[in-house]
């Protein structure tokens, strides 16, 4: 598969038909709403977790030194807490553009806190796509974020408005926090 995924993605769904989408964000998307939408609401996802597995040549790094991003992955016991868009589908071209590296749209269940139930559409990286990175270490990805940096900026950055935003929707998740945690601890070392 090539980097960009973005004619994938316009193939994937034609929303004949549909004038709203939901959309869920569970990483930059929760805190960077670079984009129009009518609603926005706390939503759940179950069976899912994140994780700091796809890399980032076009954001959050270059190609010679790709940062680590977002992407999620199956875990029958867990509940990602994200944020739920609700957009018109014109939406979409600019965020397959802001996706394009490596995620794929797919269709998926949310619920919301009132237990209303919709379906919802995010953007999710697998193994196969060019970009993935796969499992390492805390010690290893807080490593690679510390110095990775791209056009959207530092991937430290990601990573620490990614934890504030989570904290502000009251959702767990040791995976970001334990990241956040050496990040933050390497840069008081440094003196950084
Ligand atoms: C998302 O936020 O839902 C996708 C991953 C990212 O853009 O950080």
Redesign the pocket.
């Known amino acids: 598969m090539s980097f960009d995924t973005t004619a994938l993605n316009r193939r994937r769904h034609r929303f004949e038909g549909r004038s709203q989408v939901w959309l ?7 805190w960077k709403a670079d984009f129009e939408f009518i609603e926005r609401r706390i939503a759940r996802l179950h069976g899912w977790s994140r994780r700091f597995w796809q890399g980032s040549h076009d954001h959050r790094g270059t190609r010679e030194s790709p940062g680590r ?3 999620l992955v199956p875990d029958p016991d867990a509940t990602c807490i ?1 944020v739920a868009y609700l957009i018109t589908p014109a939406v979409f071209d600019a965020l397959d553009q ?2 394009k590296n490596g ?1 794929l749209r797919h269709v998926v269940p949310l619920a919301f806190g009132d237990g209303t139930e919709v379906e919802g559409l ?2 999710l990286a697998d193994e196969h796509n060019a970009a993935w990175l796969g499992p390492a270490s805390d010690a290893a990805v807080a490593r690679q974020v510390a110095h990775a940096q791209g056009p959207s900026g530092a991937n430290r950055d ?1 990573v620490l408005h990614l934890a504030e935003a989570l904290r502000a929707l009251d959702a767990d998740d040791p995976h970001v926090f334990a990241i956040e945690r050496l990040l933050r601890e390497s840069a008081t070392a440094t003196g950084a």
């Not at 869920?24 to 929760?30: Q, W």
Request: glycine share 18%; no cysteine; proline share 0%.
């Open positions: 869920f964000g569970y990483g930059s998307l929760i991003v977002l992407t994200g802001r996706e995620y995010l953007y990601y």
